[in-house]
């Protein structure tokens, strides 16, 4: 069974920067398209960003032009680089697989506040 395991959130001032990580267990990484997903409070799940196995990504536009998604296949770990973050980006964040995603992990929590 697959496994995501995310860190890195906090608390951090408008326009300030974090960086998430999230260890995935099994052999996903190679073979599947990976993504965050966040959940702001009183909001549905949503799609933020995405990788595909050959390092193409793609981005919600809410979130494009601050956010990166990176992927270390050596330690199966997925990256967000969260840069000029906003009081709408409070959220939980989670990784997952792009297609079908499933087993979601407790997520890491990032709230934006002065």
């Known amino acids: 069974q697959v496994q995501f395991v995310e860190s890195g959130g906090g608390l951090v001032q408008p326009g300030g920067s974090l960086r998430l990580s999230c260890a995935a267990s099994?052999?996903?990484?190679?073979?599947?398209?990976m993504a965050w997903y966040r959940q702001g409070p009183e909001k549905q799940r949503e799609w933020v960003a995405m990788?595909?196995?050959?390092?193409?990504?793609n981005y919600a536009d809410s979130i494009k032009g601050r956010f990166t998604i990176s992927r270390d296949y050596a330690k199966t770990t997925l990256y967000l680089q969260m840069n000029s973050l906003k009081p709408e980006d409070t959220a939980v964040y989670y990784c997952?697989?792009?297609?079908?995603?499933?087993?979601w992990g407790q997520g890491t929590q990032v709230t934006v506040s002065s």
């Open positions: 997952n697989t792009f297609e079908s995603p499933q087993n």
């Open positions: 990788m595909n196995p050959a390092g193409f990504g």
């Open positions: 099994g052999q996903i990484f190679s073979r599947y398209a």
